[in-house]
């Protein structure tokens, strides 16, 4: 079996979705839905069984699994980059990690886990996916220190020659629906397009950018997925690795590609950031791929206009999820 943490989630259920496509349904999901729609992302796909988050913990705790497993994909976690509660960040992020990674290892089972682009905090001491300048890594907010918590103490371990950890950068694509705030800028600016005709983005608080040129590294939630799955079909290539397109590009490209693709004409507004996010706001991010590359990732990846496209025509204007009609959403 194959136990995907964070299963209902976005990059989550976008895993089991390719993992159906490539002939494999022997798959347990672990996830929290709660009261949102976020059950939906799994209307379609095939798995054996649906544990909740705590449930399994405690089987985990116990050895109490009575089922043989054979890799854990891990991507269940907070991934609020707003979350205040340090204490639940803690427990949710960083020790539920622990615990799979220490069962992992004792039954040598596959470990491949989420960390985050926000461990590299402010982007000063650069976006290099090297282990042994970890330490130098000040993240912004307690998301990315809770992620980079984990990836030191794997580190400190002994630990980096056993697991895959992995460093996503700006994700973006169908069944990202749920996640409110946290939902890409595709996703949000395709709702004020269709309901305003016009896109909303930060001002530049940073005298090197201009309005709408801070610049991230923009990836396709298909291009992350088939970067993950590498690391499940590579069990010997092991470390911290970046998951991006190596290409920085700005929100302007970004919210043009969408507009292309809607067929409408390019109308942004700039508005003022919110006083409390401005010391904390990445102006700049692009990973390093040369490791990725290295260990033998040769598979394309999508640019923007390209992704946006797909994401757009394929998905948002149809109302699709992956393998799903959402027939509650309105169309554009």
């Not at 690391?231 to 490209?253: C, M, P, S």
Request: hydrophobic share 35%; aromatic share 14%.
């Amino acid at each position: 079996m194959i136990v995907v943490t964070g299963g209902a989630g976005f990059i989550g259920s976008a895993i089991v979705w390719k993992l159906n496509r490539m002939g494999e349904d022997k798959i347990i999901i672990v996830d929290e839905l709660g009261k949102d729609e976020k059950w939906r992302n799994l209307n379609g796909l095939r798995f054996e069984d649906f544990y909740h988050k705590d449930d399994f913990m405690g089987l985990i705790l116990q050895r109490q699994i009575q089922f043989k497993i054979t890799a854990i994909i891990h991507l269940g976690a907070c991934s609020s980059t707003t979350e205040k509660d340090a204490d639940y960040l803690m427990d949710n992020n960083f020790h539920y990690s622990q615990e799979l990674a220490k069962y992992s290892l004792e039954k040598g089972v596959r470990f491949v886990y989420a960390s985050s682009a926000a461990t590299y905090g402010d982007g000063s001491t650069g976006y290099e996916d090297d282990e042994n300048k970890m330490e130098n890594l000040r993240p912004l907010n307690m998301y990315g220190y809770s992620k980079h918590l984990f990836d030191t103490w794997i580190k400190r371990n002994g630990l980096m020659n056993h697991v895959a950890g992995l460093k996503y950068f700006n994700v973006y694509g169908p069944n990202e629906y749920h996640k409110g705030d946290m939902r890409s800028v595709v996703h949000k600016a395709f709702e004020q397009v269709r309901d305003t005709g016009k896109v909303r983005l930060f001002k530049s608080y940073h005298p090197d950018y201009k309005d709408g040129e801070q610049k991230r590294d923009f990836i396709y939630v298909k291009d992350a997925v088939d970067m993950s799955l590498f690391f499940l079909e590579h069990q010997d290539k092991n470390g911290i690795y970046n998951v991006g397109t190596g290409r920085a590009q700005t929100w302007i490209d970004l919210v043009t590609a969408l507009f292309d693709a809607v067929g409408k004409p390019v109308n942004i507004e700039f508005i003022d950031m919110p006083e409390d996010i401005r010391e904390k706001y990445q102006y700049f991010t692009e990973a390093r791929l040369n490791k990725l590359k290295n260990a033998g990732y040769t598979k394309p990846i999508m640019n923007v206009r390209d992704g946006v496209t797909d994401y757009v025509k394929n998905y948002l204007l149809k109302d699709f999820y992956f393998g799903i009609k959402n027939e509650q959403q309105h169309t554009a």
